[in-house]
T-cell receptor, first 113, second 111 residues
Framework: DGGITQSPKYLFRKEGQNVTLSCEQN?????MYWYRQDPGQGLRLIYY???????QKGDIAEGYSVSREKKESFPLTVTSAQKNPTAFYLC????????????FGQGTRLTVV | KQEVTQIPAALSVPEGENLVLNCSFT??????LQWFRQDPGKGLTSLLL?????REQTSGRLNASLDKSSGRSTLYIAASQPGDSATYLC??????????FGTGTRLTVIP
């Protein structure tokens, strides 16, 4: 079945460590996105990519990095520079053409221990 | 700055009631508006997508409308069921392929 898969579902990070969250889609979508969700707040855009080997910063990119080497994959690295990384991270994809539906993964909950 | 407001923030209704969720946005130059459902600890599930040239979309007991001139969208849920309990998010898309989200309405349908 076509869809978007995030892994792991839960992730624990020690302070000072970098961790990478995986996002894979088999929907043949050009655009992929990473959002962060905190309690009581809306989703905030971290990074997005509209095509392979290209990506743009969103509203809260500091302390995060991404790569887009393959159309299907858009991993997010939470670096030690991100001072408050505990949150729920959501990956999404959509067709590059306007007015196409966005699909989301099931999320990764990251906790700093 | 683009903003998306959802009212109410939380809503409890008895099973069987019809209800309306509201979403307002600040920029009328939208490409589309999408309604999502989120269950606790889960990702978002797309419910309805309204393109900028459309006024409404329907899927089963759900109907979403879009009024670009007033910057508003509503999600109408008919004959609510306990399984409808979730957080409902609206998001509008700009020309840069970005989705701007509201903070959501948490719906509880009481059996």
């Amino acid at each position: 079945d076509g869809g978007i898969t995030q892994s792991p579902k839960y992730l624990f990070r020690k302070e000072g460590q970098n961790v990478t969250l995986s996002c894979e889609q088999n929907l043949n979508h050009d655009a992929m996105y990473w959002y962060r969700q905190d309690p009581g707040q809306g989703l905030r855009l971290i990074y997005y990519s509209q095509i392979v080997n290209d990506f743009q910063k969103g509203d809260i990119a500091e302390g995060y990095s991404v790569s887009r080497e393959k159309k299907e994959s858009f991993p997010l690295t939470v670096t030690s520079a991100q001072k408050n990384p505990t949150a729920f991270y959501l990956c999404a994809s959509s067709g590059r053409r306007m007015n196409t539906e966005a699909f989301f993964g099931q999320g990764t909950r990251l906790t700093v221990v | 700055k683009q903003e998306v407001t959802q009212i109410p923030a939380a809503l409890s209704v008895p099973e069987g009631e019809n209800l309306v969720l509201n979403c307002s946005f600040t920029d009328s130059a939208i490409y589309n508006l999408q309604w999502f459902r989120q269950d606790p600890g889960k990702g978002l599930t797309s419910l309805l997508l309204i393109q900028s040239s459309q006024r409404e979309q329907t899927s089963g007991r759900l109907n979403a409308s879009l009024d670009k001139s007033s910057g508003r969208s509503t999600l109408y849920i008919a004959a609510s069921q306990p399984g409808d309990s979730a957080t409902y998010l609206c998001a509008w898309e700009t020309g840069a392929n970005n989705l701007f989200f509201g903070t959501g309405t948490r719906l509880t349908v009481i059996p």
